[in-house]
């Protein structure tokens, strides 16, 4: 099983930009599609994005939606979620994982969370 590790997030204003990264480590990853959920306290994890292997196929949460775009390159084992126009209801501790299908509730192989904190 190939551990994840992510970096990025971090304390922002609304409207401001972050950008979450997410590397298999020392391995290429072992399923072909990837995808970023988000948790906030007392609450179950929910999905906000996923890619294929090729990058062609993506699905978004529809809350983040034109704001949020993942990205993969397969080269360096590493995924990517852009994340625009912030909003304060963004603030979450995000996961990347991974999955053999486009499932949205197919995913497992957790990284370790990273926190994204928007203030207004």
């Known amino acids: 099983q190939v551990q994840l590790v992510q970096s990025g997030g971090g304390l922002v204003q609304a409207g401001d930009s972050l950008r979450l990264s997410c590397a298999a480590s020392?391995?290429?990853?072992?399923?072909?599609?990837m995808g970023w959920f988000r948790q906030t306290p007392g609450k179950e994890r929910d999905f906000v994005a996923s890619?294929?292997?090729?990058?062609?196929?993506?699905d978004y949460a529809d809350s983040v939606k034109g704001r949020f775009a993942i990205s993969r390159d397969n080269a360096k084992n590493t995924v990517y979620l852009q994340m625009n126009n912030l909003k304060p209801e963004d603030t979450a501790v995000y996961y990347c994982a991974e999955s053999q299908t486009i499932l949205r509730t197919n995913f497992d192989s957790w990284g370790q969370g990273t926190q994204v904190t928007v203030s207004s």
């Open positions: 890619i294929g292997w090729s990058g062609t196929y993506t």
């Open positions: 020392g391995r290429t990853f072992s399923r072909p599609v």
